[in-house]
């Protein structure tokens, strides 16, 4: 009995030993990876890992309720839109609570927010917020005063009926704002700097399938009417870029661009030059659980022609460079450090990635491996048309995983930039990418022709005097015996 | 074997109609040589899949796998020859079976040509070059079809349109010998694998 339960004893410390010696290293609890030529998901080392997450009562202004979006100004200052608390709560990037805005006053009176969507912060420090309920958008300066309320539109082409429900908001350097409304279909709504209504840009051309058509034919003109009608889907966020264009995501199961980058007279320039369209997810499941398209409810523009949008279904971040290549996709929907529940915005403080989740009430931040940022800057290097300086980094890159076609891609580009074509073409080869490679192939191969012009015509011409002499020996010498027989005879 | 069995192939393909009556009813056609043929055919099938320039090359190199090409060319070649056999015996034509196998085997001859040193051509080839790649290959493939439909034609001394509705049930015989060879096979492993159980469950009891 006593030998039982020493063994009992000790087969408890064991359990409770190996419990504690759990390895201790840096585990994400997400996967990382990108698309390959063959539409294989290629795991990736993690450009992220989760550093900490962040709770209003870490900060000292108590919890967030249903918070609805956020905004980092370049020089590091943090906006979050508490919406269920309706107030503005205002960070240093040290994230030191500065100031919090849950009142302003209008016109003599006190005013507060209501269920407010979207926040968009100037360079002049000038704070716009969607305030959805209210109907309107207010503009205020940092420091919480009232500076011009726009309300609803009167123009023509309004319906009578039209509610106007900002949700998201995005101002350009020329202080027009760029609104996304609940309800409107027609594109994103434009204001004048002065709070007027200019019009619509970046309208979403409807789709319709192949078997909705059909369907249309046959139905009869009663059923036509019952039928749903073919209105395009709404934007779901908006961001500006340095240059001023505006990058826009909207949530459609059956577009394959779902994110736009509008110039200034409302047409879509993103360059979708990747291997597949820039949608998020391009392999997922048809049907069943966790299926269909990612749905993109933000976006923001990082710097060195990347941009990274937030898949709210999956809970995945995907950052794309500019020429529409998914660099990297990672994160998911979970309970522990670095998944999300709702995630809702996501922004940059300085290097690191920050995305605010509505359920989890919190701000998840994120601190950039060295993979991660060696990506970052050999894609801005190249960007900025740096070639040698992108192909160290690159080189870095493929050090670390070289499974990462982009480098290849890269490391090629910039070999072709420097007319270094034979060595461009392995690269290209690696990185499968035929159009480059018939440039380069193109140039080595008129680049051997030249070298050996010389000695390919000389061959060739020898062959053809050889020839030619072959030929008049051997009929001079048929001529003579035909000589030598007559004779003969 | 002469020399003029490996020169007839060059005949036949060039003039269809006079080279397959020769050999129909001169008996100058050879089964041996239409093997050979096939086994050229089948040889640049695997080098070019391999060895076809990156431009015009979109196989997975993890794919590649050699027996799977040969078993893919020489399978269906048999295959064809057999429902083609099978239908036309029953629709009154007189062709043999090993007519059938020569006539197959020599029109894949422009195939087993042209194949070979195409594949070399595209590995110097650039993008816009490779529309010839395409256009070569294709009209290889329609000599080959022409030479199939004159060749069956002649062996079993049909008609234009009888030829082409006998080729065309022959793919659906095709199907049908697939069908019941997957059946055949799916049932012969039950029965593999109920013997097996019955002899383990014995061994285990005894």
């Known amino acids: 009995m006593k030998f039982i339960r020493i063994l009992l004893m000790m087969m408890v410390i064991s359990l409770i030993t190996s419990v504690v010696v759990v390895p201790v290293s840096a585990q994400t609890p997400y996967e990382a990876y990108t698309y390959n030529y063959y539409r294989d998901s290629v795991p990736l080392p993690a450009p992220y890992l989760p550093d900490r997450f962040v709770l209003g009562n870490d900060l000292g202004v108590g919890n967030f309720k249903d918070p609805n979006d956020m905004y980092v100004t370049e020089d590091g200052f943090i906006y979050i839109l508490d919406s269920g608390n309706s107030r503005i709560v205002i960070l240093?990037?040290?994230?030191?609570?500065?100031?919090?805005?849950?009142?302003?006053?209008?016109?003599?009176s006190s005013d507060t927010f209501k269920n407010p969507g979207g926040i968009f912060v100037t360079e002049e420090k000038m704070i716009y917020v969607a305030d959805t309920d209210n109907n309107r958008i207010i503009v205020l300066t940092n420091e919480g005063e009232l500076v011009k309320i726009v309300e609803k539109p009167q123009s023509d082409i309004l319906a009578s009926n039209f509610t106007f429900n900002p949700s998201k908001v995005a101002v350009d350097k020329a202080n027009r704002i760029f609104v996304v409304a609940r309800g409107v279909y027609e594109g994103l709504m434009q204001f004048d700097e002065k709070g007027s209504f200019i019009g619509y840009v970046g309208t979403i051309n409807v789709t319709q399938s192949f078997a909705d058509k059909i369907w249309l034919r046959l139905a009869t003109d009663a059923q036509r009417e019952r039928m749903q009608l073919y209105i395009p889907t709404e934007f779901a966020s908006v961001d500006i870029?340095?240059?001023?264009f505006v990058y826009s995501t909207n949530v459609d199961m059956n577009s394959e661009t779902p994110i736009k980058r509008l110039n200034p007279s409302g047409q879509d320039v993103l360059k979708r030059f990747g291997y597949y369209p820039v949608m998020g997810d391009v392999r997922f499941r048809a049907f069943g659980n966790n299926s269909g398209p990612s749905k993109l409810t933000d976006i923001k523009v990082i710097g060195g022609g990347m941009y990274t949008v937030l898949d709210s279904y999956r809970g995945r971040l995907f950052t794309y460079n500019d020429e529409g290549d998914l660099l990297y996709a990672f994160g998911g929907r979970g309970t522990q450090l670095g998944l999300f529940n709702t995630p809702v915005a996501v922004e940059m403080v300085g290097d690191k990635l920050v995305v605010l989740d509505r359920g989890k009430n919190s701000i998840i931040v994120y601190t950039p491996t060295l993979f991660g940022n060696s990506v970052h800057s050999a894609t801005s290097l190249h960007y900025d048309g740096n070639g040698a300086d992108a192909v160290e980094q690159w080189r870095e890159v493929l050090r670390m995983n070289s499974n990462y076609d982009f480098a290849y891609l890269g490391i090629g580009k910039s070999l072709l930039m420097e007319k270094k074509n034979k060595e461009?073409?392995?690269?290209?080869?690696?990185?499968?990418?035929?159009?480059?490679?018939t440039i380069a192939f193109k140039r080595y191969r008129r680049e051997v022709m030249q070298e050996h012009f010389g000695t390919f015509m000389t061959t060739m011409l020898t062959l053809v005097i050889v020839f030619v002499s072959l030929r008049l020996v051997s009929r001079w010498r048929l001529r003579r015996n035909e000589n030598r027989e007559t004779r003969a005879l | 074997m002469k020399l003029e069995h490996y020169k007839f192939p060059f005949h036949v393909i060039l003039h269809p109609f006079d080279g397959f009556w020769d050999m129909k009813y001169e008996g100058k056609g050879k089964a041996r040589v239409a093997l050979i043929i096939l086994a050229i055919f089948v040889l640049n099938i695997v080098l070019q899949r391999q060895f076809a320039g990156f431009l015009v090359n979109f196989n997975d190199p993890r794919e590649l796998n050699s027996l799977d090409d040969i078993q893919f060319t020489v399978l269906p070649f048999f295959l064809f020859c057999v429902a083609n056999w099978s239908i036309?015996?029953?629709?009154?034509?007189?062709?043999?079976?090993?007519?059938?196998?020569?006539?197959?085997?020599?029109?894949?001859?422009?195939?087993?040509?042209i194949n070979l040193p195409l594949t070399f051509i595209s590995r110097f080839m650039t993008m816009e070059e490779t529309s010839f790649y395409y256009l070569l290959n294709s009209f290889a493939v329609i000599w080959f079809f022409y030479l199939l439909f004159v060749g069956i034609m002649t062996v079993h001394q049909y008609t234009a349109t009888r030829t082409i509705v006998t080729l065309l049930l022959s793919v659906i015989a095709m199907g049908i010998v697939v069908f019941l060879g997957s059946l055949m096979i799916s049932m012969g492993m039950q029965i593999y694998y109920f013997v097996l159980n019955i002899y383990r469950e014995l061994i285990f009891r005894m």
């Open chain 1, 92 to 108: 240093d990037s040290d994230w030191k609570v500065i100031r919090i805005i849950s009142t302003f006053d209008n016109a003599g």
């Open chain 2, 88 to 113: 036309t015996t029953l629709m009154e034509g007189e062709g043999k079976f090993k007519e059938i196998v020569m006539v197959t085997g020599y029109a894949l001859l422009p195939l087993a040509l």
């Open chain 1, 424 to 437: 461009a073409m392995e690269y290209f080869k690696l990185g499968i990418h035929r159009q480059y490679y």
């Open chain 1, 241 to 244: 870029d340095a240059k001023g």
